[in-house]
């Protein structure tokens, strides 16, 4: 079983920069095709970014793009998600899911098939 452990959110000001990180236990991440997802009170789950377990391949939401980059660092077994110029409208529990098994290069931008899910952290921007 892995857990996945994400850290680094907080309260900001609006645009301001935050970095996210997710990290699991237990195991490697350097397989694992990783995505970070976000939940405002009231909405559904979105998807926000994802990159694959190659490195390549990053994807992200058309509300972040630009101002998001997704990396990962298997030395230190983390993936990050930097965000910049941080909104209002950004603000809510970010969540890291992992996705064995994909091919090279895929990203997986759905809730459904993530393996293992972080427990979240949460992001607060003030206007």
């Known amino acids: 079983q892995v857990h996945l452990v994400e850290s680094g959110g907080g309260l900001v000001q609006a645009g301001a920069s935050l970095s996210l990180s997710c990290t699991p236990s237990?195991?490697?991440?350097?397989?694992?095709?990783v995505t970070w997802f976000r939940q405002a009170p009231g909405k559904e789950r979105e998807f926000v970014a994802g990159i694959s377990w190659t490195g390549g391949g990053a994807r992200y939401a058309d509300s972040v793009k630009g101002r998001c980059t997704i990396s990962r660092d298997d030395a230190r077994n983390t993936v990050h998600l930097r965000m910049d110029n941080l909104r209002p409208e950004d603000a809510a529990v970010y969540y890291c899911?992992?996705?064995?098994?994909?091919?090279?290069?895929?990203?997986?931008?759905?809730?459904?098939?993530?393996?293992?899910w972080g427990q979240g952290t949460q992001v607060t921007v003030s206007s």
């Open positions: 237990g195991r490697s991440f350097s397989s694992y095709a």
């Open positions: 899911a992992a996705t064995a098994r994909l091919p090279a290069g895929m990203v997986r931008t759905t809730e459904a098939g993530n393996d293992y």
